[in-house]
C-alpha cells in the first residue's frame, strides 16, 4: 500500500531554513505529483507547493514562493520541501501527499516550529 513518511522537521528561529523529506513507497512514484501540505492550529489544511511526475513543473502558494523550494528524486523515490526565510506564520505540521486515482494518501506529518 501507499506510505508516505516525512522527516526533517523541528524548531527553528524566523529567518532560519528546514529541509523536509518525504520518503514514498508502494506506488509507481516517478508516475505522480507529489504535493506538500500543511496545518497550523485552528486552520484547514493547505497547499503549500507541487511538483509533477518528472520534477518539470513546480508550483507555490503565495505565501512561500521566492522562499520555499520543492524537488524530487525520483531514483530515491522521495520529495524534498527546502524552506528558506522561514516566518512564525509557517509553523505547521507539513505532510506529504499523493493522488492516485482520484484518492488521497497521507503521511503523518512533521512538525514545524518558527519561533524566536
Known amino acids: 500500500q501507499v506510505q508516505l513518511v516525512e522527516s526533517g522537521g523541528g524548531l527553528v528561529q524566523p529567518g532560519g531554513s528546514l529541509r523536509l523529506s518525504c520518503a514514498a513507497s508502494g506506488f509507481a512514484f516517478s508516475s505522480y505529483t507529489m504535493n506538500w501540505y500543511r496545518q497550523a492550529p485552528g486552520k484547514e489544511r493547505s497547499m503549500v507547493a507541487s511538483?509533477?511526475?518528472?520534477?518539470?513543473?513546480?508550483n507555490y502558494a503565495d505565501s512561500v514562493k521566492g522562499r520555499f523550494t520543492i524537488s524530487r528524486d525520483n531514483s530515491k523515490n522521495t520529495v524534498y520541501l527546502q524552506m528558506n526565510s522561514l516566518k512564525v506564520e509557517d509553523t505547521a505540521v507539513y505532510y506529504c501527499?499523493?493522488?492516485?486515482?482520484?484518492?488521497?494518501?497521507w503521511g503523518r506529518g512533521t512538525q514545524v516550529t518558527v519561533e524566536s
Open positions: 501527499n499523493v493522488y492516485i486515482r482520484g484518492g488521497g494518501s
Open positions: 511538483i509533477s511526475a518528472s520534477g518539470g513543473i513546480t
